[in-house]
């Protein structure tokens, strides 16, 4: 059973382009978390979603952040304009059920010139 | 505003000896507590939790102690292992009105090494 899968792992970008970070949740999850890990900092939660729906988006910035989980595919986190505090490692996790355990993905790294 | 806190950067053990983690929050509504444990390059990984109904839960060498007084948590790790060596995050969660899920506060983490 293949764990949470994000890609890319590494993405480079530089200011005003877009950034797209995919994730496959975990077989059987239907319950998908997205966190956001600055430098020296820990995770903060950004988004979560169930398919189809956004179920707690409080996390997110107002501007140029967008997630969405499709019936079919993975969960995408869009990022547009970015900008160099955009630089960070975003950790996808999903869950079984409402209140189940966090299984992490590895992460994806962005860095904007 | 950091709702939970990990002062200690970071935390040098022999091997086996005990390792002490140490966790504060501040809002009173957390009811449900984990560790997780992180290497470079990876993800979390989801070590032991505690609800705010009890003191203490153990896990083979680990264990986590509750004080809510305090508002403060701790992990043990006894005997350490060198293998341990990675960065733990305390986190917190409010399961208030049963419309809690996923969404967890982390703490900032704390590096711990273990020397052979």
């Known amino acids: 059973n293949a764990g949470v899968m994000q890609n890319p792992r590494h993405l480079v970008r530089r200011r005003g382009q877009e950034a797209r970070l995919r994730c496959s949740p975990m077989k059987g999850h239907s319950h998908v978390y997205w966190y956001r890990q600055l430098p020296e900092e820990g995770l903060k939660f950004m988004v979560y979603?169930?398919?189809?729906?956004?179920?707690?988006e409080s996390g997110m910035p107002k501007e140029r952040f967008s997630a969405e989980f499709p019936k079919e595919g993975p969960s995408i986190l869009r990022i547009q304009q970015v900008v160099r505090g955009d630089s960070a490692a975003y950790f996808c996790?999903?869950?079984?059920?409402?209140?189940?355990?966090?299984?992490f993905g590895e992460g994806s790294r962005l860095t904007v010139l | 505003d950091q709702q939970v806190k990990q002062n200690s950067p970071s935390l040098s053990v022999q091997e086996g000896r005990i390792s002490i983690l140490n966790c504060d929050y501040t809002?009173?509504?957390?009811?449900?507590f984990l560790w997780y444990k992180k290497y470079p390059a990876e993800g979390p990984t989801f070590l032991i939790s505690?609800?705010?109904?009890?003191d203490k839960n153990e896990d083979g060498r680990f264990t986590v102690f509750l004080n809510k007084s305090a508002k403060h948590l701790s992990l043990h790790i006894v005997p350490s292992q060198p293998g341990d060596s990675a960065v733990y995050f305390c986190?917190?969660?409010?399961?208030?009105?049963?419309?809690?899920?996923?969404?967890?506060?982390f703490g900032q983490g704390t590096i711990l090494t273990v020397h052979p």
């Open positions: 986190a917190a969660v409010s399961n208030a009105g049963g419309t809690s899920y996923g969404k967890l506060t």
């Open positions: 505690i609800s705010s109904i009890k």
């Open positions: 979603l169930q398919k189809e729906n956004i179920i707690d």
């Open positions: 809002n009173s509504m957390f009811d449900y």
């Open positions: 996790a999903s869950s079984p059920a409402l209140l189940g355990e966090l299984f």
